[in-house]
């Protein structure tokens, strides 16, 4: 079965890290471009981060880069997003997607408050 399953996110203070996690099923994410996205109440869904197949380059949208890494775990066809320096306005639902077929996992709730 060809899937995406998000995990990882909480409930944080600000200036805390967190680690989500989208392990992939069905396919080699390492052939595959994938990419983070989040989406606040009232807003609309926003790409953070991605990471492409092959190579693995890397694209950060302005306001996370330097405190957001995107990276994959071949052995555990995983790929990761790892958030630090958290703020409130980063508060929102993560998701985890596949450009390829448009393919997105269920998201993982990122809280940061104090």
């Known amino acids: 079965q060809v899937q995406l399953v998000e995990s990882g996110g909480g409930l944080v203070q600000p200036g805390d890290s967190l680690r989500l996690s989208c392990a992939a099923s069905?396919?080699?994410?390492?052939?595959?471009?994938m990419s983070w996205h989040r989406q606040a109440p009232g807003k609309e869904r926003e790409m953070v981060a991605s990471?492409?197949?092959?190579?693995?380059?890397?694209i950060y949208r302005d306001s996370v880069r330097g405190r957001f890494t995107i990276s994959r775990d071949n052995a555990k066809n995983t790929v990761y997003l790892q958030m630090n320096n958290l703020k409130p306005e980063d508060t929102a639902m993560y998701y985890c997607?596949?450009?390829?077929?448009?393919?997105w996992g269920q998201g993982t709730q990122v809280t940061v408050s104090s």
């Open positions: 997607r596949r450009y390829d077929n448009d393919l």
């Open positions: 069905g396919f080699i994410v390492s052939d595959q471009t």
């Open positions: 990471i492409t197949k092959g190579s693995g380059s890397t």
